[in-house]
């Protein structure tokens, strides 16, 4: 005998003909359970308080179901590119996109999440249970305790009532497939969303603002004033040796257009690290071959997203010339083309080439970035 308890065991033929109450009892016996409580937690069937708490269980899982839909509808068709402040609805309706996106979704788990415990509480029968522990001597299951387990995993399937419940089983099953929905569509809203189905650049992943819209056209440095449409230019003589500032693509074409001074700000590929190194640590910079005319003087200008995986790498340190990356902590040197030296980063930072505009005085991008900027992706060669 397997449990070491002495018991009368039944024959194969009486295994057979034995039914669930009779195997669940054979089972708990064999496993030395005692059920010193067994109670149904609805001995009369059909009862007003019954029928109430089903409802309740049934309308924890609709409202689970009805939130998840309206995540998946939220996450499609709510307008969620920028519009600037200037767009009083227009700005609002943009502004309530991730609030709904979180509580939609946020209300959808944890509606589920009370439907699963109040089901539990309700309809499970809370038995009290005293059983022994045998591991069989080491060798596993026999036949006989296998068809007993699953004797008693049918009896709780039975006792818990599911079965004959249908409101809260199709209640249950809208919040779940909603949600599952919900996140099986998550990976693929980049299908359905291109952010560059607009923007007039189809190789968004390859050029950046600082890419001119017409030949000739100047591209100036900008600085952030906190203010979108009061547009700072930066000289050569703003920065002191050994500082660093972030700038932005400005075209004068879009001077009187908020939103598109809003996009220059916002687009991810935009930020560059203006640096203005120190006349002794000039000296000592090692330009990368093709990229000899770059720079400007002292002033390097690489871009802020870092080739890891896209943080903004934000942070110059003066006295050992690192670009540091905050998130993983790479760091790049700033007299060595922004070569990574430390930390997951395998790639320089680009290099944005700059000049001065000798009829302003300011400082332009001589054209754009001339290999994508930020982390990896699969179409890129380099
Ligand atoms: S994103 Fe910069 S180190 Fe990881």
Known sequence: MSSGNEQQLPTGAELAEMNRDELVALG????????AEYPDPWPVKGTRAEKRAERTVAMWFTLAGLSGLAFLVA????????QPPAEDSAHFWYSLY??????????????FAFGILLYTKKFLPHEVAVQQRDDNMGAGSDELHRQTFAAHLADAGNRSTIARRSAIKRSAGLGIGMLGLGAAILPLIGFIKNPH?????KSGLYHTG?????????????????????????????LDAGAMETVFPFKESERHDEHALSV?????DNPVMLIRLRP????????REGQEGFNYGDYYAYSKICTHVGCPASLYEQRTKRILCPCHQSQFDALMYAKPI?????????????????????LIAKHDFIEPVGPGFWERKS
């Open 197 to 201: 189905a607009n923007s007039g650049n």
């Open 98 to 111: 991730t609030p709904v996106l979180g509580v939609t979704l946020g209300v959808s788990i944890l509606a």
């Open 280 to 287: 002794q640590d000039a000296e000592k910079v090692v330009k």
């Open 28 to 35: 708990g016996k064999l496993d030395g359970v005692e059920f």
């Open 264 to 268: 220059a700000f916002k687009r991810v």
């Open 75 to 82: 996450m499609i068709w709510w307008p969620w590119q920028y």
């Open 210 to 238: 600082w890419q001119p819209d017409k030949p000739g056209q100047k591209v100036f440095l900008r600085r952030y004033t906190g203010v979108t449409h009061e547009v700072s230019l930066v000289r050569p003589e703003d």
């Open 342 to 362: 430390f930390g997951p980063a395998t790639r320089a930072l680009p290099q944005l080439p700059i000049t001065l505009d000798p009829e302003t005085g300011y």
